[in-house]
């Protein structure tokens, strides 16, 4: 007969309170959602739970009716999110000062990447024909610039900001621009300064953080990692494995112009003692690899074949800056991976550092696949910016939840014993959401008003059906070319 174990065993404590749990984390934050004029800050917690309760169609009209009532229409909601004043960013600022208030949390590490999703139409905030990282593919689409942060088994999305290519700041473009709610102050900024900003707002509030990671996108400026130095981060960033670096010092300067020269004098800077630089990937012949212990996971030690070394690169301007190039190979990778740091720590140490930046995956998968970040249909940028900050909290809240049983009803350590194993499974995402669902039912319709829900589809589609045939049978005279001038 197989052993009966209790919830409690394994971390999960009484959920009776866990709706009143959601009421008081929404409380904290009720004041980021209040205008001027208004206090809209009830919609914030309906949009919270839809999220964190519905499976998907997470739409205004469909979140309305079953998080509130069969005969909502979801209006408020969509002014709420598409036009209310409230700021994105507060909600962010606030999340950052409650992981700074976890000890627990102190010293993890700051990860920046991006996350794409397809538009039918061009007519979206930032939709453009652009790389989606997430299909692997350039398509239609928009994405946003992400920071996730890491430490002792939590991720959280800390800020996030919309990337809008330059022709959308073209004069042509200002109609749309006003439509779309994009704010008159904002300007065409690449991705690599959207991260550069969202790095220097976070460590303004006081985040601590040990390391910032990236992937080779943003690895392979030079100037955003002289950036990152000039902050007094440390990094380690991903490179290509075409990367060029130099494994003496080259020495630059404006070599003499000589006598008798045709022309202009020299005015660029050269590199001066002919040390020629070499790409990344043919270092590894040549490289003594270490096996490095990563991490525990469920699936047992994680380990990588890693190796380092003091290398040499060389900024826009001409100055030569030291680092240190990493090189490392999962145990599934068919190639090395490589990474520039301006840390000389330990190779095991870099390595470490390096493997955290599997956690902002975690936390893009979490946000799209269990929260619905990828599901918004608005067009406007303040709808893509509030949706993503409320994503963002319901993440947080999840992980607040995860943090506080772990501390008040710890999994029973003799299950280590008795499964012979070093990590005991964690709660996900999905576990707490189903626990959510226990607790805060969605409403269902009873047979009368599902069939007056399809009476008022019907409705609506004759409405619009009549306005566009009054326009074919009444179109507009055409007007006096007076009247264009």
């Not at 950036?227 to 300067?253: F, M, R």
């Not at 003799?414 to 012979?420: A, C, D, M, S, V």
């Amino acid at each position: 007969m197989s052993q009966i174990f209790e919830p409690k065993q394994w971390g999960i404590p009484e959920i009776d309170e866990l709706s009143d749990s959601l009421y008081h984390f929404w409380y904290r934050f009720k004041d980021c959602f209040k205008s001027k004029t208004r206090d809209t800050s009830e919609c914030a917690y309906t949009y919270m739970r839809g999220l964190l309760t519905m499976e998907r169609q997470r739409n205004y009209a469909n979140l309305a009716r079953r998080i509130i009532a069969a005969e909502a229409d979801g209006q408020n909601i969509q002014q709420f999110m598409s036009d209310s004043p409230w700021s994105s960013q507060k909600v962010f600022k606030q999340i950052q000062q409650e992981i700074i208030a976890r000890p627990a949390l102190a010293g993890g590490v700051l990860i920046l990447d991006e996350s794409g999703d397809e538009k039918a139409g061009s007519q979206s905030a930032g939709a453009s024909r652009q790389y989606l990282g997430r299909f692997g593919k350039v398509d239609l689409g928009q994405v946003g610039v992400g920071l996730s942060y890491y430490q002792a088994g939590t991720w959280s999305l800390v800020g996030a900001e919309l990337f809008l290519p330059e022709h959308w700041f073209d004069e042509a473009q200002a109609k749309l621009r006003k439509r779309l709610n994009i704010p008159v102050e904002r300007v065409f900024a690449t991705k690599i300064e959207l991260g550069l900003q969202l790095i220097k707002q976070t460590k303004a509030q006081g985040l601590l953080f040990e390391v910032t990671l990236a992937d080779a996108f943003y690895g392979r400026s030079g100037p955003f990692r002289v950036s990152l130095a000039e902050l007094e981060l440390i990094y380690v960033v991903d490179i290509p494995s075409a990367y060029q670096v130099y494994l003496t010092p080259p020495v630059t300067g404006i070599p003499e112009t000589p006598a008798g020269k045709i022309g202009r004098p020299f005015s660029q800077w050269q590199v001066l003692n002919e040390v020629l630089p070499v790409e990344v990937r043919t270092l590894t012949a040549q490289t003594l690899w270490q096996t490095v212990e990563i991490r525990s996971t469920e699936r047992g030690i994680l380990h990588y074949q890693c190796a380092s070394q003091p290398v040499w690169t060389i900024t826009d301007d001409g100055t030569v800056r030291q680092e240190t190039l990493l090189l490392w190979q999962g145990p599934h990778d068919d190639e090395p991976s490589f990474c520039l740091s301006n840390s000389a720590a330990e190779t095991a140490t870099l390595a470490r550092w390096r493997a955290w930046r599997y956690f902002v995956e975690r936390t893009f998968q979490d946000n799209n696949s269990e929260l619905g970040w990828n599901e918004l249909q608005a067009r406007k940028y303040s709808a893509w910016m509030h949706h993503t900050a409320l994503t963002a909290l319901s993440l947080w809240f999840i992980n607040t939840l995860k943090l506080d049983w772990r501390q008040h009803c710890p999994p029973d350590p003799t299950l280590l014993e008795q499964f012979e194993l070093e990590q005991l499974p964690a709660l996900s995402v999905a576990n707490i959401r189903e626990l959510l669902k226990a607790v805060m039912p969605l409403k269902q319709f009873s047979p009368e008003q599902a069939r007056r829900l399809i009476v008022r589809h019907f409705v609506n589609r004759a409405r619009s059906t009549r306005s566009r045939l009054r326009q074919q049978r009444n179109p507009l005279p055409p007007q006096p070319l007076g009247s264009l001038i």
